[in-house]
């Protein structure tokens, strides 16, 4: 099954690493997404603060302390050099409340205004209405517009009047200074309440949880192009349109109607750049040898004071090897303004499982999954073969990323162990280029990837035969209906004899709900369809949430995981209906659970590597019945326990049945061996019924010959 973990972060120590990307040639396919880099949102386990570009350059990552060992052991692995750049991030920030509570603390005016600390917004604001009581004649203040939580979005303007410098007397004497102080109020007052890491607006995005637009992806320039991201969970998310933040139209607008700007600076952090356009393409500016001096004078001068270091250049080619479309600096650029402008790229990093526990991009919350298209139209389903343990922890830490939509069909346990994934067409570059740069091998197994009125014509038809009986109501109010196979057969001697002398129960369908949301919706869905509390992953793995060793090895805590047990056993009703029905009847011999796929006839036990003390019992007649069921077309079955056999796993149903004391408890999973896994043909449908028929069968005569 494939693992979907979800971990929130907390404002615990984490510490930020540096690394050289010196392996980027190498490994740069392994990296990074092309198709859609994810996004670090504020729940996010790591945040890139500097991304990887190309050798030597040093990448910057902000990591959670409880992910440092997993971190620094990948890093080792691969050979990357890395040094602990902040130690403990929580002490900067302590040390910038204890600043801030200090500054606040002093007398609110222009002369003990504290410019060495940060601010809130409300003491900024209220500087800026200081220092336009304080000067009158130099300052006024204008509103532009409103943020998108309806924050004034205010400009200082600084007009002629100065005198102190000539200079600046002169530069004010032909022309005005505008300044935006904060371009992001909202962003701003969150990085103080709630995360101090934010980057985004906090505009709401339709259809999605995840807040916020790149207000520095948003303009209209070359916008939604390379460098942006269409998905709204990314930090680089571009929006849904060019100018659709109110916080970046605002100064569009001014500008516009301003009409006469002859510069424009933007400032942001960090990495000691001073840059001008295009970052959205390699199409040198036609001014670009003015730019670059001016630039050049610039860093020249910052130099002069403290000897800080800057490089400096055109965006494209100084900060990223990849084109960023929807600048502001390239967008104001085309309106006759240069602009300074500097970059945070998040690129995917392949890292460990705890590490990635949620760089999981939000694309794989449920409720996005349920909005997505159902056509399986050019996915695939790789059959992949790990040659080493080493191989084996990459895949897993690769079916992690649920920006990659990845749903694990087969798992790999051991070297040489094939593994099954259906991959979407979006993800398919992605996994190929991670696969072929660690020499993992791989091939395409499938390529093109997409009953109650039976149940009544079948009782109508054969009444003294067939009953219907409704034994509970799933999640959704669905009836869970069973057919009571009873006496009265007469047409084979051995069922008849069967017949005589117990009944046969079938539940066709154990989850209907999920059962429909397959046709509905997503073909994949293997859960039930109850609601999570405090998460927005829907359902629960029904054959983790029996009351057998429940919650243990091999069934996710995390109800974002195909495996997720629920919060309790037996929580599904889907799962309680046939619990009650067992216990209430009371006499039942033998319970046969059938799924697919993978071509094993299973016995208890998953959870426990105790065996069962029928082991030899229910083992021999295991090969029976598999002898029975290959006689027909030569199928090929592997039979055993359930932990000996494939893996353990916890709170399974046929544990749970062996505990309450029925001995012929077993688990078909049908075929095929993975050609097809879950989309089995349709052609194989019926010699798939008529070869299990047979092992069914074998199981029904031996319950019948061997009362207990």
């Keep these: 099954m494939g693992k979907r973990k979800g971990k929130q972060s907390d404002n615990a120590s984490r510490s930020a690493l540096g690394a050289m990307a010196d392996a980027w040639e190498e490994s740069r396919s392994g990296l990074i997404s092309p198709e859609k880099p994810p996004g670090f949102n504020e729940h996010s386990e790591l945040d890139i603060w500097r991304e990887p570009l190309k050798p030597a350059l040093p990448v910057d990552i902000h990591v959670p302390f409880e992910s440092l060992q997993a971190v620094r052991a990948f890093l080792e692995f691969n050979g990357i050099h890395y040094s602990v750049m902040i130690d403990d991030v929580q002490v900067l920030l302590n040390k910038e409340k204890e600043h801030m509570a200090l500054s606040r603390s002093k007398e609110r005016n222009n002369k003990s205004y504290d410019y060495g600390a940060y601010h809130t917004l409300e003491e900024i604001n209220m500087w800026m209405d200081n220092l336009v009581a304080d000067h009158p004649s130099l300052v006024s203040k204008i509103q532009i517009g409103l943020s998108f939580e309806g924050r004034p979005l205010y400009v200082l303007k600084i007009a002629s009047d100065y005198g102190k410098d000539p200079s600046l007397t002169s530069i004010l004497n032909t022309m005005d200074i505008f300044f935006e102080i904060v371009t992001n109020p909202d962003g701003y007052d969150f990085t103080h309440k709630s995360n101090r890491m934010w980057r985004k607006t906090r505009s709401i995005n339709p259809g999605s949880s995840c807040i916020g637009v790149d207000p520095n992806r948003n303009w209209q320039i070359g916008f939604g192009g390379p460098g942006t991201s269409t998905y709204p969970c990314d930090e680089t998310y571009c929006g849904p349109f060019a100018h659709s933040e109110s916080e970046v139209r605002s100064i569009a607008d001014f500008i516009l109607f301003h009409g006469n700007f002859k510069a424009m600076i933007t400032i942001h952090s960090y990495s000691q750049m001073l840059m001008f356009p295009n970052g959205y393409t390699s199409t040198p500016v036609p001014n670009k040898e003015e730019l670059h001096t001016l630039a050049k004078s610039a860093v020249d001068a910052l130099a002069s004071v403290y000897g800080t270091t800057y490089t400096y250049g055109d965006m494209y080619t100084t900060i990223c090897r990849f084109p960023e479309d929807g600048s502001n600096a390239s967008s104001i650029y085309k309106r006759g303004c240069e602009k300074y402008e500097d970059r945070l790229l998040v690129l995917v990093m392949n890292m460990h499982e705890d590490v990635l526990d ?272 290959s006689s027909l077309y030569g199928t090929s079955y592997r039979y055993g326990s359930i932990i000996t056999t494939i893996y353990q796993a916890s709170g399974g149903t046929i544990d749970w049945t062996y505990k309450q004391g029925i001995k012929y408890s077993y688990t078909f999973e049908l075929r095929d061996n993975g050609r097809y896994g879950f989309l089995l043909p349709a052609n194989q449908i019926i010699p798939t019924a008529q070869e299990t028929w047979l092992a069914v069968k074998v199981i029904m005569e031996h319950t019948r010959d061997n009362p207990y």
């Design 358 to 629: 949620d760089l999981k991009n939000p694309l794989k919350t449920t409720s996005e999954i349920d909005n997505l298209s159902t056509s399986l139209k050019e996915n695939m389903v790789l059959r992949i073969t790990a040659n080493s343990e080493e191989q084996i922890y990459m895949l897993k830490d690769l079916a992690e990323l649920d920006h990659l939509q990845l749903d694990v069909w087969r798992e790999a346990v051991k070297p040489e162990d094939s593994m099954d994934i259906h991959v979407p067409h979006s993800s398919l570059q992605t996994v190929k280029a991670f696969l072929e740069s660690h020499g993992i091998s791989y091939s395409v197994m499938i390529e093109d990837v997409q009953i109650y009125n039976w149940m009544d014509e079948l009782a109508s038809e054969y009444p003294h035969l067939v009953t219907k009986e409704q034994i509970g109501s799933s999640y959704e109010g669905r009836p869970l209906y069973i057919l009571k196979i009873a006496s009265d057969y007469g047409n084979d001697e051995s069922i008849t004899s069967i017949l005589d002398q117990m009944d046969i129960f079938i539940e066709i369908v154990t989850n209907p709900d999920g059962f429909h949301f397959t046709h509905t919706k997503n073909r994949m869905w293997r859960k039930t369809r109850s609601i999570n509390a405090g998460t927005s992953c829907v359902g629960v793995d029904p054959n983790r949430n029996w009351d057998a060793g429940f919650g243990g090895p091999g069934a996710s805590s995390q109800p974002c995981s195909e495996t997720y047990r629920g919060p309790r056993a037996n929580s599904e009703k889907e799962v309680k209906a046939i619990v009650d029905f067992v216990q209430a009847h009371g006499n039942i011999k033998a319970f046969v659970s059938i799924h697919s796929y993978s071509q094993l006839l299973l016995y208890p036990y998953g959870y426990t590597s105790t065996p069962v003390p029928d082991k030899q019992e229910l083992h021999d007649l295991a090969q029976r019945a598999v002898s029975a069921l």
